[in-house]
């Protein structure tokens, strides 16, 4: 065995016990932190492909950035209220959970399946680096989702300020 | 498979004497911290314990590991233990990126001052100095208390804001360098120290850095005027022994060799010291940037909360974002 492969089936089992543990712990709590578990094996996934950037950015921009504002909402709910399940979501989520599974799972055997076409072979990467290969597939065949996704993100933004607002405002008259 | 044992062993030496000797220099940086902070308010600080207080650490390690560990009955064990080891390694973690010179050759053997010089560094050093943020937050929760959980969200909303403004402070450098790897931007700053046209993410850095390691004008997530100590009032023995050892002073020692390597220049230095000329450099820029964060730490007073959240957002945000304008501006016109 080689020290990728090694690494490749720790990081798996891993990642798929953690995804487990985020769906049946009753604690959300400890829902938060194997979800941060996912995310950081994950990006020990990325690692062992050689994708050292995409790895790296998993564990600053998701494992933390992201999940910190999660544990800042979460960690506000009570220990004894944090416990608590509610059975009557199960009837939709299972279907549109299993609708989502289906597009995810045909997003990445597509992607599987494009993936030896590009300009970037191992070698190339090896070469050039990481960073200067996702700039360049970014800023060039890529740059209409790039933007579209930065105005989508804007847009979020925008809305969250104007929701914040109004509750300030309600609070000063009150 | 023979050359991955190899590789595994000489691995693991190399991160067991890294760890080790950042546990002692650990142990002496609260002495350093002590000295000064006397000194700072005109009193001896630590003298009875071996030459002034030479042996206090020893002492003080060895009170803290025997003393009664106390586990509250209202927490969440699992979690209580957890969090103090959550704070802990991932900032010993950052060590395996942080390069403390260049390689030298002793003995006919290349000794390479650093784990391993990965070509994204920069970043896996910000992850895990952020992932050490954890041990705060889940520290806080899982004491089942009002003071440790008010601490740790704090910490958590503060975290929030200045890892933002951190991470667009250190785009200067690494957009002068063209590199994100640690040992790669020391090499670029052989002519000029980065820290010319990067004053203003210099800055930036500087209070990210006291925000990150929650240093005192930044403390509220242990504010003891307010809190009583924080995310860590429950904790007792080594496992609260372990959070200012991890934040006060592994993470400000390493976060301060981040900075010396994005701004002053690393261990580029004249060789006047002979083949450790590189190592004296590096070691007194990162004594002198350590000493600057203990001379602000027991200075000032205390931001509150909503000072140090609007600082971040209204102040250096845009700081490290006209960096970034002003040091490609220079790419521009120096090259």
């Known amino acids: 065995m080689e020290l990728t492969q090694i690494a490749f089936w720790t990081f798996s089992t891993l990642?798929?016990?953690?995804?487990?543990?985020?769906?049946?712990?009753?604690?959300?709590?400890?829902?938060?932190?194997?979800?941060?578990?996912?995310?950081?094996?994950?990006?020990?996934?990325?690692?062992?492909?050689?994708?050292?950037?995409?790895?790296?950015?998993?564990?600053?921009?998701?494992?933390?950035?992201?999940?910190v504002f999660y544990v800042l909402v979460i960690s506000t709910v009570?220990?004894?209220?944090?416990?608590?399940v509610d059975p009557k979501y199960m009837l939709l989520s299972i279907p549109v959970g299993f609708l989502i599974f289906l597009e995810l799972a045909y997003v990445s055997i597509y992607g599987?399946?494009?993936?030896?076409?590009?300009?970037?072979?191992?070698?190339?990467?090896?070469?050039?680096?990481?960073?200067?290969?996702?700039?360049?597939?970014?800023?060039?065949?890529?740059?209409?989702?790039?933007?579209?996704?930065?105005?989508?993100?804007?847009?979020?933004?925008?809305?969250?300020?104007?929701?914040?607002?109004?509750?300030?405002?309600?609070?000063?008259?009150? | 498979m023979e050359e991955l044992i190899l590789t595994s062993i000489a691995i693991g030496i190399k991160s067991v004497i890294f760890i080790i000797g950042m546990f002692l220099l650990a142990a002496y940086l609260t002495w350093i911290e002590r000295k000064f902070a006397g000194h700072v308010q005109q009193r001896p600080g630590p003298l009875h314990v071996g030459w002034h207080g030479l042996l206090q650490p020893i002492a003080?390690?060895?009170k803290v590991l025997t003393k009664e560990d106390i586990v509250p009955s209202g927490v969440d064990k699992v979690l209580f233990y957890l969090a103090s080891l959550l704070a802990f390694v991932p900032a010993i973690m950052i060590l395996a990126v942080v390069p403390f010179g260049q390689p030298v050759n002793l003995f006919g053997f290349e000794i390479k001052p650093y784990i391993t010089d990965l070509n994204v560094g920069l970043i896996l050093a910000l992850a895990f100095g952020s992932i050490s943020i954890y041990g705060v937050i889940f520290a806080g929760w899982a004491s089942n208390s009002k003071y440790p959980m008010i601490g740790g969200l704090r910490?958590?909303?503060?975290?929030?804001?200045?890892?933002?403004?951190?991470?667009?402070?250190m785009v200067g450098p690494i957009m002068q360098a063209g590199t994100f790897s640690l040992k790669g931007i020391v090499e670029a700053q052989q002519g000029l120290w980065f820290?010319?046209?990067?004053?203003?993410?210099?800055?930036?850095?500087?209070?990210?850095?006291?925000?990150?390691?929650?240093?005192?004008?930044?403390?509220?997530?242990?504010?003891?005027?307010?809190?009583?100590?924080?995310?860590?009032?429950?904790?007792?023995a080594m496992k609260f022994g372990?959070?200012?050892?991890?934040?006060?002073?592994?993470?400000?020692?390493?976060?301060?060799?981040?900075?010396?390597?994005?701004?002053?220049?690393?261990?580029?230095?004249?060789?006047?010291?002979?083949?450790?000329?590189?190592?004296?450099?590096?070691?007194?820029?990162?004594?002198?940037?350590?000493?600057?964060?203990?001379?602000?730490?027991?200075?000032?007073?205390?931001?509150?909360?909503?000072?140090?959240?609007?600082?971040?957002?209204?102040?250096?945000?845009?700081?490290?974002?006209?960096?970034?304008?002003?040091?490609?501006?220079?790419?521009?016109?120096f090259g």
């Open chain 1, 15 to 67: 990642a798929v016990l953690s995804a487990i543990g985020t769906i049946f712990f009753r604690n959300l709590v400890y829902t938060v932190l194997s979800l941060i578990s996912t995310l950081i094996m994950v990006s020990g996934l990325f690692f062992t492909m050689g994708a050292e950037l995409v790895g790296a950015l998993q564990l600053l921009i998701y494992a933390v950035a992201i999940v």
């Open chain 1, 78 to 84: 009570p220990e004894f209220k944090g416990k608590a």
């Open chain 1, 112 to 174: 599987v399946w494009q993936s030896n076409t590009g300009i970037f072979s191992p070698e190339v990467i090896e070469k050039i680096g990481n960073a200067k290969a996702v700039g360049t597939m970014l800023f060039t065949k890529y740059l209409f989702p790039f933007e579209v996704a930065s105005l989508i993100l804007l847009v979020a933004m925008i809305g969250a300020i104007i929701i914040g607002r109004k509750e300030e405002k309600q609070e000063a008259q009150g």
């Open chain 2, 60 to 62: 003080d390690a060895l």
């Open chain 2, 155 to 169: 910490k958590a909303a503060v975290l929030i804001g200045y890892e933002v403004a951190l991470g667009f402070a």
């Open chain 2, 195 to 236: 820290i010319i046209p990067n004053i203003l993410g210099f800055v930036v850095i500087l209070f990210a850095i006291l925000a990150e390691t929650g240093r005192t004008p930044f403390d509220v997530q242990e504010a003891e005027a307010e809190l009583v100590s924080g995310y860590n009032t429950e904790y007792s």
């Open chain 2, 242 to 333: 372990l959070f200012p050892l991890a934040e006060w002073y592994i993470a400000t020692f390493v976060l301060s060799a981040i900075a010396v390597i994005l701004f002053f220049g690393g261990w580029n230095g004249p060789h006047i010291f002979g083949p450790i000329s590189p190592f004296v450099w590096f070691f007194l820029k990162l004594a002198m940037m350590f000493m600057f964060f203990l001379w602000v730490h027991w200075t000032l007073p205390r931001y509150r909360v909503d000072q140090i959240t609007e600082l971040a957002w209204k102040v250096m945000l845009p700081l490290s974002l006209l960096n970034i304008l002003v040091v490609a501006i220079w790419i521009m016109i």
